[in-house]
Protein backbone atom coordinates (compact mmCIF):
# COMPACT_ATOMS: atom_id res chain seq x y z
CA UNK A 1 0.00 0.00 0.00
CA UNK A 2 1.35 3.37 -0.95
CA UNK A 3 2.00 5.90 1.94
CA UNK A 4 -0.14 8.77 3.12
CA UNK A 5 -2.71 8.23 0.27
CA UNK A 6 -5.60 10.29 1.30
CA UNK A 7 -8.94 10.98 -1.12
CA UNK A 8 -10.66 14.74 -0.62
CA UNK A 9 -13.73 16.07 -2.28
CA UNK A 10 -15.27 18.64 -2.38
CA UNK A 11 -19.40 18.83 -2.87
CA UNK A 12 -21.85 22.26 -2.33
CA UNK A 13 -23.47 21.73 0.57
CA UNK A 14 -26.69 22.63 -1.28
CA UNK A 15 -28.27 22.90 -4.59
CA UNK A 16 -31.39 23.24 -6.42
CA UNK A 17 -32.99 20.06 -8.07
CA UNK A 18 -31.34 19.93 -11.50
CA UNK A 19 -28.73 22.11 -11.53
CA UNK A 20 -25.10 21.44 -12.19
CA UNK A 21 -22.55 21.37 -9.46
CA UNK A 22 -18.67 21.63 -9.71
CA UNK A 23 -17.07 18.45 -8.17
CA UNK A 24 -13.37 18.76 -7.64
CA UNK A 25 -11.60 15.53 -6.36
CA UNK A 26 -7.74 14.74 -5.28
CA UNK A 27 -6.15 11.67 -3.52
CA UNK A 28 -2.98 12.40 -2.54
CA UNK A 29 -1.21 9.14 -4.27
CA UNK A 30 2.52 8.83 -5.67
CA UNK A 31 1.40 7.92 -9.43
CA UNK A 32 4.63 5.76 -10.31
CA UNK A 33 4.62 5.89 -13.75
CA UNK A 34 6.18 1.90 -14.21
CA UNK A 35 8.70 4.34 -16.51
CA UNK A 36 11.28 5.30 -14.11
CA UNK A 37 14.10 3.72 -12.98
CA UNK A 38 16.11 3.74 -9.57
CA UNK A 39 19.78 4.85 -9.12
CA UNK A 40 21.09 1.15 -9.37
CA UNK A 41 19.20 0.89 -13.12
CA UNK A 42 16.10 -1.78 -11.63
CA UNK A 43 12.76 -0.54 -12.89
CA UNK A 44 10.48 1.03 -10.17
CA UNK A 45 7.17 -0.65 -10.39
CA UNK A 46 4.35 0.54 -11.93
CA UNK A 47 1.42 1.64 -9.15
CA UNK A 48 -0.68 4.17 -10.14
CA UNK A 49 -4.87 4.60 -8.89
CA UNK A 50 -6.32 3.08 -12.47
CA UNK A 51 -10.17 3.71 -12.23
CA UNK A 52 -11.93 6.72 -10.49
CA UNK A 53 -15.46 5.97 -9.77
CA UNK A 54 -18.32 8.79 -8.46
CA UNK A 55 -22.07 7.79 -8.29
CA UNK A 56 -25.07 9.02 -6.98
CA UNK A 57 -27.04 7.22 -4.97
CA UNK A 58 -25.96 3.92 -6.53
CA UNK A 59 -25.82 5.71 -10.24
CA UNK A 60 -23.35 6.37 -11.77
CA UNK A 61 -22.20 9.78 -12.65
CA UNK A 62 -18.35 9.28 -13.67
CA UNK A 63 -16.50 6.46 -14.39
CA UNK A 64 -12.93 6.99 -15.33
CA UNK A 65 -9.60 5.32 -16.67
CA UNK A 66 -6.64 6.67 -15.01
CA UNK A 67 -3.34 5.98 -17.56
CA UNK A 68 0.22 6.12 -16.24
CA UNK A 69 1.01 9.78 -17.61
CA UNK A 70 -1.34 11.02 -15.43
CA UNK A 71 1.11 12.83 -12.32
CA UNK A 72 1.15 12.82 -8.84
CA UNK A 73 -1.87 13.56 -6.77
CA UNK A 74 -4.47 13.16 -9.18
CA UNK A 75 -7.39 16.23 -9.29
CA UNK A 76 -10.48 15.46 -11.38
CA UNK A 77 -12.79 18.12 -11.63
CA UNK A 78 -16.59 17.71 -13.27
CA UNK A 79 -20.08 18.82 -13.17
CA UNK A 80 -23.01 16.60 -12.28
CA UNK A 81 -26.69 17.59 -12.36
CA UNK A 82 -28.20 16.37 -8.56
CA UNK A 83 -32.09 15.58 -8.70
CA UNK A 84 -32.60 15.15 -5.41
CA UNK A 85 -31.07 14.94 -1.77
CA UNK A 86 -28.56 12.35 -1.15
CA UNK A 87 -24.76 11.04 -1.36
CA UNK A 88 -21.99 10.98 -3.81
CA UNK A 89 -19.69 7.79 -3.60
CA UNK A 90 -16.13 8.54 -4.92
CA UNK A 91 -13.91 5.21 -4.95
CA UNK A 92 -10.32 5.40 -6.34
CA UNK A 93 -9.18 2.06 -7.40
CA UNK A 94 -5.15 1.37 -7.08
CA UNK A 95 -2.82 -1.15 -8.46
CA UNK A 96 -2.54 -2.82 -5.27
CA UNK A 97 -6.11 -3.48 -4.84
CA UNK A 98 -6.28 -1.08 -2.29
CA UNK A 99 -9.63 0.56 -2.88
CA UNK A 100 -10.33 4.35 -1.27
CA UNK A 101 -13.37 5.46 -0.45
CA UNK A 102 -15.09 8.68 0.69
CA UNK A 103 -19.12 9.79 0.85
CA UNK A 104 -20.36 13.10 0.53
CA UNK A 105 -23.90 14.24 0.92
CA UNK A 106 -25.81 17.00 -0.82
CA UNK A 107 -28.93 18.79 0.05
CA UNK A 108 -31.58 19.63 -2.69
CA UNK A 109 -33.49 22.43 -1.66
CA UNK B 1 17.62 55.10 -49.18
CA UNK B 2 19.51 54.34 -46.35
CA UNK B 3 17.34 56.98 -44.61
CA UNK B 4 14.51 54.69 -45.26
CA UNK B 5 15.97 51.37 -44.31
CA UNK B 6 16.37 52.95 -40.53
CA UNK B 7 13.27 53.96 -40.37
CA UNK B 8 11.91 50.32 -41.05
CA UNK B 9 14.69 49.37 -39.00
CA UNK B 10 13.36 51.73 -36.13
CA UNK B 11 9.65 50.48 -36.74
CA UNK B 12 10.76 46.98 -36.51
CA UNK B 13 12.73 47.76 -33.26
CA UNK B 14 9.74 49.70 -31.60
CA UNK B 15 7.30 46.80 -32.43
CA UNK B 16 9.29 44.23 -30.78
CA UNK B 17 9.71 46.61 -28.32
CA UNK B 18 6.03 46.79 -27.72
CA UNK B 19 5.52 43.08 -27.97
CA UNK B 20 8.02 42.65 -25.12
CA UNK B 21 6.27 44.79 -22.75
CA UNK B 22 3.32 43.52 -20.29
CA UNK B 23 2.04 44.98 -17.93
CA UNK B 24 0.82 42.87 -14.45
CA UNK B 25 -2.63 42.39 -14.68
CA UNK B 26 -5.43 44.26 -12.82
CA UNK B 27 -7.10 41.45 -10.71
CA UNK B 28 -8.30 41.11 -7.12
CA UNK B 29 -6.72 37.92 -5.46
CA UNK B 30 -9.54 36.54 -2.75
CA UNK B 31 -8.20 33.00 -1.21
CA UNK B 32 -11.28 30.60 -0.58
CA UNK B 33 -13.89 33.53 -0.94
CA UNK B 34 -12.87 34.76 2.62
CA UNK B 35 -9.27 36.24 3.00
CA UNK B 36 -8.55 39.65 0.97
CA UNK B 37 -5.34 40.15 -0.09
CA UNK B 38 -3.44 42.88 -0.85
CA UNK B 39 -1.66 42.65 -4.25
CA UNK B 40 -0.82 46.41 -4.17
CA UNK B 41 0.13 48.75 -1.93
CA UNK B 42 1.79 52.11 -2.10
CA UNK B 43 5.86 51.69 -1.95
CA UNK B 44 7.46 51.76 1.31
CA UNK B 45 9.44 55.35 2.19
CA UNK B 46 12.54 54.13 0.99
CA UNK B 47 11.21 52.90 -2.05
CA UNK B 48 9.80 56.05 -3.43
CA UNK B 49 12.11 57.19 -5.74
CA UNK B 50 12.02 53.77 -7.65
CA UNK B 51 8.45 52.83 -8.06
CA UNK B 52 4.69 54.23 -7.08
CA UNK B 53 3.42 51.12 -5.79
CA UNK B 54 4.47 47.78 -5.19
CA UNK B 55 3.15 44.54 -6.85
CA UNK B 56 2.39 40.74 -5.69
CA UNK B 57 4.29 38.28 -8.19
CA UNK B 58 0.48 37.13 -8.27
CA UNK B 59 -0.62 40.07 -10.77
CA UNK B 60 2.48 38.86 -13.29
CA UNK B 61 1.46 35.10 -13.68
CA UNK B 62 -1.16 33.86 -16.24
CA UNK B 63 -4.98 32.97 -15.32
CA UNK B 64 -4.83 29.76 -14.73
CA UNK B 65 -1.33 30.26 -12.48
CA UNK B 66 -3.52 33.06 -10.35
CA UNK B 67 -6.68 30.92 -10.17
CA UNK B 68 -5.17 27.99 -8.57
CA UNK B 69 -4.21 30.25 -5.77
CA UNK B 70 -7.93 31.21 -5.42
CA UNK B 71 -8.72 27.95 -3.60
CA UNK B 72 -7.06 25.65 -1.41
CA UNK B 73 -8.42 22.84 -2.75
CA UNK B 74 -6.64 23.94 -5.99
CA UNK B 75 -3.37 24.84 -4.01
CA UNK B 76 -1.24 22.04 -4.65
CA UNK B 77 1.14 23.63 -1.86
CA UNK B 78 -1.85 22.63 0.60
CA UNK B 79 -1.20 19.36 0.38
CA UNK B 80 2.50 20.51 2.00
CA UNK B 81 0.24 22.15 4.31
CA UNK B 82 -1.35 19.46 5.52
CA UNK B 83 1.44 17.29 6.19
CA UNK B 84 3.79 19.87 8.44
CA UNK B 85 0.33 19.74 10.29
CA UNK B 86 0.93 16.74 11.44
CA UNK B 87 4.20 16.97 12.01
CA UNK B 88 3.13 20.21 14.10
CA UNK B 89 1.70 18.01 16.90
CA UNK B 90 3.65 15.05 16.92
CA UNK B 91 6.50 14.65 19.29
CA UNK B 92 9.90 14.23 18.54
CA UNK B 93 13.45 14.37 20.06
CA UNK B 94 14.41 13.81 23.79
CA UNK B 95 11.86 15.87 25.53
CA UNK B 96 8.94 14.40 23.86
CA UNK B 97 7.64 17.53 22.70
CA UNK B 98 5.53 18.57 19.34
CA UNK B 99 5.18 22.15 18.31
CA UNK B 100 1.75 21.70 19.48
CA UNK B 101 3.10 21.24 23.11
CA UNK B 102 4.23 25.10 23.52
CA UNK B 103 2.50 26.84 20.53
CA UNK B 104 -1.29 25.05 20.70
CA UNK B 105 -2.91 25.08 17.25
CA UNK B 106 -0.52 26.33 14.01
CA UNK B 107 -3.29 29.04 14.27
CA UNK B 108 -0.88 30.73 17.41
CA UNK B 109 1.58 31.27 14.80
CA UNK B 110 -0.49 34.04 13.05
CA UNK B 111 1.72 37.35 12.48
CA UNK B 112 4.53 35.71 12.69
CA UNK B 113 5.76 35.38 8.98
CA UNK B 114 4.78 39.12 7.96
CA UNK B 115 7.79 40.15 10.93
CA UNK B 116 10.33 38.00 9.22
CA UNK B 117 13.49 37.90 9.53
CA UNK B 118 13.92 39.54 12.43
CA UNK B 119 16.64 40.40 15.14
CA UNK B 120 16.89 37.71 17.51
CA UNK B 121 16.89 39.65 20.76
CA UNK B 122 19.25 37.05 22.55
CA UNK B 123 22.16 37.11 20.12
CA UNK B 124 21.59 40.19 17.90
CA UNK B 125 21.98 37.81 14.86
CA UNK B 126 19.34 37.89 12.09
CA UNK B 127 17.10 35.28 11.89
CA UNK B 128 14.76 33.74 8.93
CA UNK B 129 11.75 31.47 10.13
CA UNK B 130 13.93 28.36 9.90
CA UNK B 131 16.08 29.53 12.07
CA UNK B 132 13.37 30.08 14.70
CA UNK B 133 12.12 26.56 13.40
CA UNK B 134 15.09 24.94 14.76
CA UNK B 135 15.82 26.68 17.92
CA UNK B 136 12.90 25.34 18.66
CA UNK B 137 13.41 21.35 17.43
CA UNK B 138 17.02 21.75 18.86
CA UNK B 139 16.50 23.84 22.11
CA UNK B 140 12.85 22.70 23.60
CA UNK B 141 12.34 19.44 21.85
CA UNK B 142 15.72 18.04 21.54
CA UNK B 143 15.36 16.97 18.27
CA UNK B 144 17.74 17.24 15.46
CA UNK B 145 17.47 20.65 13.49
CA UNK B 146 16.33 20.34 9.95
CA UNK B 147 18.58 21.23 6.83
CA UNK B 148 16.98 25.00 5.60
CA UNK B 149 16.11 23.62 2.31
CA UNK B 150 14.45 20.23 3.50
CA UNK B 151 11.50 18.94 2.54
CA UNK B 152 10.18 19.15 6.01
CA UNK B 153 11.32 22.61 6.75
CA UNK B 154 9.54 23.99 3.54
CA UNK B 155 6.60 22.39 4.53
CA UNK B 156 6.48 23.72 8.45
CA UNK B 157 7.47 27.68 6.95
CA UNK B 158 4.88 26.77 4.23
CA UNK B 159 2.44 25.63 7.44
CA UNK B 160 3.32 29.24 9.72
CA UNK B 161 3.21 31.55 6.96
CA UNK B 162 -0.29 29.65 5.74
CA UNK B 163 -1.83 31.06 8.69
CA UNK B 164 -0.87 34.75 8.38
CA UNK B 165 -2.23 34.99 5.06
CA UNK B 166 -3.93 38.27 4.55
CA UNK B 167 -1.79 39.87 6.70
CA UNK B 168 0.37 42.69 5.10
CA UNK B 169 4.00 42.51 5.21
CA UNK B 170 5.80 44.09 7.96
CA UNK B 171 9.31 43.54 8.81
CA UNK B 172 11.37 45.41 11.77
CA UNK B 173 14.19 47.61 9.11
CA UNK B 174 15.33 49.74 11.98
CA UNK B 175 17.19 49.96 15.61
CA UNK B 176 19.33 46.98 15.50
CA UNK B 177 17.73 45.77 12.21
CA UNK B 178 19.37 48.69 10.32
CA UNK B 179 22.94 47.40 9.22
CA UNK B 180 21.55 44.13 8.21
CA UNK B 181 18.96 46.03 5.89
CA UNK B 182 21.70 48.26 4.67
CA UNK B 183 24.17 45.23 3.71
CA UNK B 184 21.12 43.08 1.84
CA UNK B 185 20.69 46.33 0.28
CA UNK B 186 24.10 46.64 -0.98
CA UNK B 187 23.74 42.78 -1.78
CA UNK B 188 20.56 44.02 -3.98
CA UNK B 189 22.49 46.27 -5.91
CA UNK B 190 25.78 44.90 -6.62
CA UNK B 191 26.00 42.81 -10.30
CA UNK B 192 26.89 39.18 -9.99
CA UNK B 193 28.32 36.81 -12.30
CA UNK B 194 29.74 36.79 -15.99
CA UNK B 195 26.73 38.80 -16.74
CA UNK B 196 26.89 41.13 -14.19
CA UNK B 197 23.52 41.26 -12.83
CA UNK B 198 22.02 42.87 -10.02
CA UNK B 199 18.87 41.64 -8.23
CA UNK B 200 17.64 45.86 -9.47
CA UNK B 201 18.70 45.12 -12.95
CA UNK B 202 15.73 42.72 -13.83
CA UNK B 203 13.45 43.03 -11.02
CA UNK B 204 13.49 47.12 -11.06
CA UNK B 205 14.54 48.24 -13.97
CA UNK B 206 12.61 45.42 -16.27
CA UNK B 207 9.59 44.25 -14.16
CA UNK B 208 6.57 44.25 -16.33
CA UNK B 209 9.05 42.59 -19.32
CA UNK B 210 9.72 39.36 -20.73
CA UNK B 211 13.46 38.21 -19.70
CA UNK B 212 12.77 35.13 -22.56
CA UNK B 213 9.87 33.34 -21.59
CA UNK B 214 9.50 34.69 -18.40
CA UNK B 215 7.41 37.28 -17.32
CA UNK B 216 9.71 39.46 -15.12
CA UNK B 217 8.17 40.89 -11.65
CA UNK B 218 9.71 42.96 -8.88
CA UNK B 219 10.81 39.69 -7.08
CA UNK B 220 9.11 40.43 -3.93
CA UNK B 221 8.82 37.53 -1.28
CA UNK B 222 5.25 37.59 0.17
CA UNK B 223 4.34 34.49 -1.38
CA UNK B 224 7.27 32.49 -0.38
CA UNK B 225 7.51 29.35 -0.18
CA UNK B 226 5.96 29.25 -3.36
CA UNK B 227 5.05 26.27 -5.07
CA UNK B 228 6.14 26.28 -8.47
CA UNK B 229 5.35 24.27 -11.69
CA UNK B 230 9.39 24.05 -12.79
CA UNK B 231 9.99 21.93 -9.40
CA UNK B 232 6.25 20.35 -8.75
CA UNK B 233 7.49 21.24 -4.98
CA UNK B 234 7.67 24.18 -2.34
CA UNK B 235 10.84 26.22 -3.12
CA UNK B 236 12.13 27.94 -0.36
CA UNK B 237 13.19 31.84 -0.78
CA UNK B 238 16.95 30.90 -0.45
CA UNK B 239 16.62 28.40 -3.17
CA UNK B 240 14.87 31.27 -5.27
CA UNK B 241 18.11 33.29 -4.37
CA UNK B 242 20.48 30.69 -5.41
CA UNK B 243 18.62 30.65 -8.64
CA UNK B 244 19.03 34.05 -9.79
CA UNK B 245 22.38 34.33 -8.42
CA UNK B 246 23.44 30.94 -10.45
CA UNK B 247 21.66 32.51 -13.63
CA UNK B 248 24.03 35.40 -13.86
CA UNK B 249 26.78 32.68 -13.61
CA UNK B 250 27.97 33.95 -10.46
CA UNK B 251 28.56 31.70 -7.43
CA UNK B 252 25.45 32.32 -5.19
CA UNK B 253 26.22 32.40 -1.45
CA UNK B 254 25.19 29.57 0.67
CA UNK B 255 21.43 28.88 1.81
CA UNK B 256 21.16 30.07 4.96
CA UNK B 257 24.42 32.04 4.87
CA UNK B 258 23.85 35.17 7.06
CA UNK B 259 24.40 37.04 3.04
CA UNK B 260 21.11 35.45 1.94
CA UNK B 261 19.30 36.61 5.09
CA UNK B 262 20.51 39.81 4.99
CA UNK B 263 18.73 39.94 1.42
CA UNK B 264 15.99 38.70 2.69
CA UNK B 265 15.44 41.06 5.12
CA UNK B 266 15.98 43.80 2.58
CA UNK B 267 13.46 42.41 -0.58
CA UNK B 268 10.73 41.75 2.24
CA UNK B 269 10.94 45.40 3.34
CA UNK B 270 10.48 46.53 -0.72
CA UNK B 271 6.94 44.89 -0.16
CA UNK B 272 5.39 46.49 2.88
CA UNK B 273 2.28 46.51 2.86
CA UNK B 274 1.83 43.43 0.48
CA UNK B 275 -0.34 40.50 1.79
CA UNK B 276 1.39 37.23 2.95
CA UNK B 277 0.80 35.31 0.54
CA UNK B 278 2.37 31.75 1.73
CA UNK B 279 2.22 29.65 0.07
CA UNK B 280 2.01 30.75 -2.96
CA UNK B 281 1.57 29.35 -6.45
CA UNK B 282 3.82 30.68 -9.29
CA UNK B 283 4.74 29.18 -12.83
Known sequence: MAENVKPRVRVPKTAKAGEAVVIKTLISHPMESGQRKDKDGNLIPRQIINRFTCEFEGEMVLDATLEPAISTNPYVEFEAKVPASGSFKFTWYDDDGSVYETTEAITVS | ?283
Not at chain 2, 42 to 62: C, I, M, N, Q, T
Not at chain 2, 274 to 281: D, H, I, K, R, T
Open chain 2, 1 to 283: MSQKYALIGLVALAAVAGAAKADPVDDTLVINDEIEMITVAPAPDHLKDVFDVVRSGWLYRETETRDMQRDDFENPAMLHVEAAAAVWSTPEGTEGKSCASCHNDPESMAGVRPTMPKVNPNNGELWALEQYVNACRTERMGAEAWKWDSQDMRDMTALISSVSRGLPMNVAIDGPAAPFWEKGKEIYYTRYGQLELSCANCHEDNNGRYIRADHLSQGQTNGFPVYRFRTTNLVSMHNRFKGCIRDTRGEPFEIGSPEFVALELYVASRGQGLSVEGPAVRQ
